[in-house]
């Protein structure tokens, strides 16, 4: 088929009619079909619902002789630690396993090193303008996280092996302001890209103008292949450490789309050192973690490799949905040169770029058949795509048949809004 | 007995002999006793065991139809808002049921209001030093979050019915800079009365200089009633919002002390105002509490009053410690005039109160034997107990005949105390 940017007015104004009546028929249909975020489908939180029932009543006592049930214990049972230790190839000393949310440990540690300073020194807010760095596009939530806090986001532009390194050395090396970066260093989310043992190197050799400089390392998709291909990250808390670095980063990984997504467990990992400043802090924070749920999660899993095997299973149910995407986009768009898109090979998201400025239009277009979709500009700091061109799909959760007719609704929306483009350049 | 104030200083010498040499015989034992916090036995926390295994691989809904294994839901699930609601008699848009910590939740509020002010107006950090009323003797954790903060604790006397409201009201209505006030109004930790219900009225109608002065409502002991009296405090909130102050109040509870100390559900309560404001920050901050551990407990307690059921149960295993505790203090102290202590009729702790200067004295004597207690002076802020006497007793989680033993050191060591006190004024 002969590409939009190829055709004349004449041409593009009967594709632009034809694509309106079909668009009209999605329509008409009401469906209500959500893309939004990145949620594990039923079929995958199914996978664990042995964990809903692997305690015993008489099953509550972890390795180290702690009664789960009651107060006692700040990062985390041994079992558990150990297997996030295992899996992120650390020590349980560098490893804080906190409760269901990841999230709210970057949180917590944003707010810490706002108000107390990194590792106690003088507190972020009182130095002058904070800013981070913000891979784009990147995940919102980091960005949410930033605005909360009054920090200044500074995009960084992303590619396939990573944020874009001379840039992000510079900045950091120039600006002591700049006291962090987002990163989501395998399957970013949503490029889906992996960042290469190069860039994880420079990530390791950074040299800030800033001593108070953290990454802020969000391995959320850390044993989330779609593949049993296992892409591997060289070990940022190791190389740190070689660098001189050792307390750089804070590494975050959690059991949400391993386990369930709303009652997992989190992990934080940093150097030793940093890990006995956040104990301290803990214990004026709160009592300590859910440690039953630790131990549901150590017996269900048993060890590192039981989770491994555990994402196997997950990988089988969302290979067919990934690849109906690239199925679908490819035929639907693929010879129209109006778009381009990820195809990862893990994590949650396909990063899709539409011809510049229609983006919020084909989201909106889409909320008008019934189609939800993260808000366009959401992958960028302040929601503001300069762009208005990436859109992030989040293709897990619909079953396979909702999915199909959501992506072919998201097609038609982004054939009319492309064909409406190319007439306004021409008008 | 002739009480130790009426003898001489042969008398004092020859009874500290033999004290010496009692408790000398006390440390050769070498027991390892603790009575340091407010901690469930392990029969009580075996009244919830069923929890453990309450729901079975297709029990995953709530009420509403979320799906507790995966994301979604900030404030709880309905049934479990409900039991709260109904318990504090409040509507469940007054409630925000969080994770396992209720001290988190305080920890979290202090915070932001510190750093974003209340209800988004201007931070307390950057509106000068900031101070807060500290009834005293009061819960040490209180004073650790404000430590934290670099928040000035201001003690006022607490007394049968609750803090010295005339002190709180002049205080609270002439310096702007006091913008909160740690309260455990049922039960109080340690001192264990009640506040009365012209103190709660009273704390009701302050007229704080501050407009952004907030009463941090700690209710922990709200269902923890030791007899089936069920002592009542008025509700705070209600109170509040008929005085014209419907946001001044953040109250606090949890199944800590209910179902399993480490592995329970929070709970914040205030206006539906304020629990709009704070839904709004909490989903910057976290996916939401674990939705599943709500549901085990609403499976295992039903309602309200499965909750207050169980809380007999407890009770019924409380009742002879602390009813130990009063014989052992009362055979071994009673006709001495070298102490006070209080018998609460619910809670957690007795409160205890040597001759002034003597408790840090005490506890060190325990140490030695074996026995260790919350570190004097603890319940004061900055851990400084201006006449050094007062001492929490945890009688709770310790079996009756450890208890028992554990008194004895403690009355050896007081008495033991005492006498050096008195020979120390003589001399």
């Known amino acids: 088929m002969k590409q939009y940017s190829q055709m004349n007015i004449a041409e593009l104004s009967a594709i632009k009619n034809e694509l309106e009546i079909n668009f009209n028929r999605h329509k008409e249909k009401g469906k209500k079909l959500n893309m939004t975020r990145g949620v594990p ?4 939180l199914s996978l664990c619902n042995e964990m809903l029932t692997c305690l015993s009543v008489n099953d509550y006592k972890a390795l180290n002789g702690t009664d789960c049930r009651n107060y006692g214990g700040i990062d985390g049972i ?15 000393d560098e490893v804080i ?10 949180f917590d540690n944003v707010a810490v090193n706002m108000s107390h300073g990194v590792r106690d020194g003088q507190p972020w807010q009182t130095q002058g303008q904070v800013k981070f760095l913000c891979p784009s596009p990147g995940y919102d939530r980091h960005f949410t996280i930033c605005n909360y806090f009054h920090i200044d986001m500074i995009p960084v532009a992303i590619g396939n092996d990573g944020p874009d390194m001379n840039t992000v050395e510079k900045l950091v090396s120039e600006d002591p302001m700049i006291k ?3 990163c989501v260093p395998k399957f970013s989310n949503p490029t889906g890209i992996v960042y290469s043992d190069e860039t994880v190197k420079r990530f390791a050799k950074l040299k800030p103008a800033a001593n108070d400089f953290r990454i802020y390392w ?22 740190c450490e070689e660098s001189g670095n050792p307390n750089m980063v804070y590494q975050f990984a959690s059991f949400s789309k391993v386990s369930f997504a709303g009652a997992s467990v989190s992990c934080l990992a940093s150097s030793k050192s940093n890990c006995e400043h956040i104990r301290k802090r803990l214990t004026a924070q ?18 590192a490799s039981g989770v491994m095997i555990h994402m196997g299973k997950h990988a089988k149910i969302l290979r067919p949905k990934f690849k109906l995407v690239s199925d679908v986009l490819r035929s639907e768009l693929g010879s129209l040169g109006i778009a381009q898109w990820s195809e990862p090979a893990g994590g949650y998201f396909v990063s899709f770029d539409s011809l510049d400025g229609c983006a919020k239009r084909i989201a909106d277009l889409c909320a008008q058949a ?28 619909p079953p396979l048949d909702d999915l199909k007719e959501a992506l072919e609704i998201f097609c038609a929306a982004v054939k009319l809004a492309s064909v409406e483009k190319f007439l306004a350049r021409m008008q």
Chains 1, 2 share one sequence.
């Open 97 to 106: 396993v906190g409760g269901n949310s990841s999230l709210a440990l970057m």
């Open 370 to 397: 019934g189609v939800a979709l993260t808000p366009a500009g959401a992958t960028f700091p302040n929601g503001n795509d300069p762009n208005d061109r990436n859109i992030r799909i989040a293709p897990t959760c």
């Open 180 to 182: 962090g970066i987002w």
């Open 218 to 239: 969000d391995n959320a998709y850390a044993f989330h292949d779609l593949e049993n291909t296992n892409a591997s990250i060289p070990n940022i808390i190791r190389l």
């Open 41 to 44: 489908s039923d079929e995958q």
């Open 78 to 92: 041994p079992e558990i630690k150990k297997i996030f230790a295992d899996l992120l190839d650390l020590t349980p």
């Open 286 to 303: 709160t009592i300590g973690p859910d440690k039953l749920n630790q131990l549901r999660h150590a017996r269900f899993f048993k060890d």
